[in-house]
């Protein structure tokens, strides 16, 4: 038996387990299954010769100001009078220039004669933009629409 604090005891059956150790002091754990030709550890092993080559050669790290990128993002909102709430949250998203792909509300009917104090739930994903123009929308949003409430806003990302 090995105690769970020493390194060997993180390893499992058929797995390796790489112990890095940097010439700053600080040291890192790397693992992975052992069970292919074509191990996750000697590829680890093979990415981590050019980053000390390189470093011989004083190449420096960019360290200007990077642009922010676009994304899609996935929003999710808790919303009293499904109808009105969402046209004005769709509104500060169409004065903003940011496209709405998809749109995800509840199964249940929703109408006028829905009761005002029923909150429901609704998904939109939006097309790309920046993050700085999204966390600005929900901003607007918290200040100007008050039946609604952003519960979450993420990175969307789409694979092929």
């Known amino acids: ?34 069970s292919s030709y074509e191990t996750q550890v ?6 981590l010769s050019p980053c000390t080559i390189a470093r011989s050669q004083q190449v420096k ?3 200007g100001a990077v642009e922010d990128f676009s994304d899609s993002f996935y929003l999710r909102f808790s919303l009293i009078n499904m109808n009105d ?3 004005q949250i769709l509104q500060l998203f169409n004065r903003a220039g940011v ?11 929703v109408s006028r004669e829905t009761p005002e104090a029923t909150r429901q739930s609704l998904v939109l994903i939006t097309g790309k933009t920046q993050r700085n123009v ?20 993420f990175r969307f990302i789409r694979r092929a």
């Not at 600005?136 to 609604?148: F, G, R, Y």
């Open 42 to 47: 000697r590829g680890i092993l093979s990415d």
């Open 1 to 34: 038996m090995i105690p769970s604090v020493y390194l060997l005891a993180q390893a499992r059956a058929g797995s390796e387990i790489i112990y890095l150790l940097t010439d700053s002091g600080n040291s890192h754990v790397y693992s992975g299954p052992g």
């Open 99 to 109: 496209e709405i792909d998809k749109i995800h509300q509840p199964a249940h009917q």
């Open 85 to 87: 709430t969402l046209a």
């Open 61 to 63: 790290i960019y360290d």
């Open 134 to 153: 999204i966390e600005a929308i929900i901003a607007q949003i918290s200040e100007k629409i008050k039946l609604s409430t952003v519960h979450a806003c």
